[in-house]
């Protein structure tokens, strides 16, 4: 299953999200350009559980480094493959738990997680000599916190049947909680130092992420968030969306909403939708024209119910347009005066 996003649009840019996305991509490219000292980069840099509980490994390094490389290690990755993969679900889960915390509360809390999941690692592979690396626990923290705050959330998911990609909405609270259990299976069933996946720090973190939830929440506000509010406010919906439509029977035609910014009223917009209909699911390009008025009816002709073999009915959707609704809504939106 590869989630595609998640039907809940954040507010504002998730711009921490993006750094550390950039972040992460900077620190593999200076992992490419190590060449034959690769190993060594990786184990000073990593999180080598013997360098902390081995006295004769541990006095090859100074109080600074053994703390540093609990920052540095979720900042590496073994491979493109694996940095592809964390940066995709931190996009995907990251921009809404920033939108929560604030974009400097929200790092405080990704570098905690990962911290917490390295030391989880650290307890429960205590002598081993091979170095953890990625950022797999910090974004099992945001997912855990994901998990708890947009439980009825939906994940837009990929899931390949042979060669037929097919796209399915799943509750964010069912995706993220088969994630974890498979977490908790590979980790049960196999060694870090054989697998090479530290599957506890991936647990630890989502755990973490989840108890220190409501203590962040608690914490109080430092005042930055509202100054750079304004600057990073949304002005456009999310590029892909997901319509769900009605069917009246006997009427070939397909009825639904479609949401869009004030700005995008004005400018018009593209959009790729992904449309459910009974098992089907099917993705378009839709366009909203410059000047478009909240209740503006698009018609979009061969887009409905079969009516007999080559004949189709007509998709109906009505324009609404908003802000984003505190608890997210159907496409995230609540209604305004145009």
């Given at each position: 299953?590869?989630?595609?996003?998640?039907?809940?649009?954040?507010?504002?840019?998730?711009?921490?999200?993006?750094?550390?996305?950039?972040?992460?991509?900077?620190?593999?490219?200076?992992?490419?350009?190590?060449?034959?000292?690769?190993?060594?980069?990786?184990?000073?840099?990593?999180?080598?559980?013997?360098?902390?509980?081995?006295?004769?490994?541990?006095?090859?390094?100074?109080?600074?480094?053994?703390?540093?490389?609990?920052?540095?290690?979720?900042?590496?990755?073994?491979?493109?493959?694996?940095?592809?993969?964390?940066?995709?679900?931190?996009?995907?889960?990251?921009?809404?738990?920033?939108?929560?915390?604030?974009?400097?509360?929200?790092?405080?809390?990704?570098?905690?997680?990962?911290?917490?999941?390295?030391?989880?690692?650290?307890?429960?592979?205590?002598?081993?000599?091979?170095?953890?690396?990625?950022?797999?626990?910090?974004?099992?923290?945001?997912?855990?916190?994901?998990?708890?705050?947009?439980?009825?959330?939906?994940?837009?998911?990929?899931?390949?049947?042979?060669?037929?990609?097919?796209?399915?909405?799943?509750?964010?609270?069912?995706?993220?909680?088969?994630?974890?259990?498979?977490?908790?299976?590979?980790?049960?069933?196999?060694?870090?130092?054989?697998?090479?996946?530290?599957?506890?720090?991936?647990?630890?973190?989502?755990?973490?992420?989840?108890?220190?939830?409501?203590?962040?929440?608690?914490?109080?506000?430092?005042?930055?968030?509202?100054?750079?509010?304004?600057?990073?406010?949304?002005?456009?919906?999310?590029?892909?969306?997901?319509?769900?439509?009605?069917?009246?029977?006997?009427?070939?035609?397909?009825?639904?909403?479609?949401?869009?910014?004030?700005?995008?009223?004005?400018?018009?917009?593209?959009?790729?939708?992904?449309?459910?209909?009974?098992?089907?699911?099917?993705?378009?390009?839709?366009?909203?024209?410059?000047?478009?008025?909240?209740?503006?009816?698009?018609?979009?002709?061969?887009m409905g119910k079969a009516i007999s073999p080559g004949q189709?009915?007509?998709?109906?959707?009505?324009?609404?347009?908003?802000?984003?609704?505190?608890?997210?809504?159907?496409?995230?939106?609540?209604?305004?005066?145009?």
């Amino acid at each position: 299953m590869i989630p595609i996003h998640d039907t809940l649009q954040s507010r504002r840019y998730p711009v921490v999200n993006y750094g550390l996305i950039l972040l992460n991509v900077l620190f593999f490219l200076v992992q490419l350009s190590q060449g034959r000292y690769l190993d060594q980069f990786i184990y000073i840099y990593g999180l080598a559980p013997a360098r902390y509980t081995v006295p004769e490994i541990a006095a090859y390094f100074s109080f600074g480094q053994q703390i540093f490389s609990f920052v540095s290690f979720m900042f590496l990755h073994g491979g493109v493959l694996h940095l592809l993969g964390n940066m995709w679900f931190l996009y995907v889960f990251g921009d809404n738990v920033e939108d929560h915390f604030g974009p400097f509360r929200y790092l405080v809390f990704y570098i905690l997680c990962g911290m917490t999941s390295g030391i989880a690692h650290l307890f429960l592979n205590a002598y081993s000599n091979v170095p953890t690396i990625g950022a797999s626990g910090a974004i099992a923290g945001v997912m855990g916190a994901y998990f708890i705050l947009y439980p009825t959330a939906r994940v837009l998911t990929l899931i390949p049947i042979i060669f037929i990609p097919y796209f399915v909405e799943i509750p964010a609270f069912f995706f993220l909680a088969l994630w974890f259990v498979l977490q908790f299976l590979n980790a049960a069933g196999s060694q870090a130092d054989i697998s090479g996946v530290a599957w506890w720090a991936h647990i630890g973190g989502f755990v973490f992420g989840i108890l220190i939830l409501k203590g962040f929440d608690r914490l109080p506000g430092w005042g930055a968030t509202d100054r750079v509010r304004p600057s990073i406010e949304r002005k456009r919906t999310r590029r892909i969306q997901t319509i769900r439509t009605t069917g009246r029977e006997g009427d070939p035609n397909l009825y639904g909403v479609m949401r869009i910014s004030p700005y995008e009223s004005v400018a018009g917009s593209r959009k790729r939708v992904n449309i459910p209909w009974s098992f089907h699911n099917r993705m378009y390009r839709i366009e909203t024209p410059p000047g478009v008025r909240e209740g503006k009816i698009l018609r979009l002709k061969g887009m409905g119910k079969a009516i007999s073999p080559g004949q189709q009915g007509d998709l109906m959707l009505k324009v609404i347009v908003g802000d984003r609704d505190e608890n997210g809504g159907e496409g995230g939106y609540r209604r305004v005066s145009p």
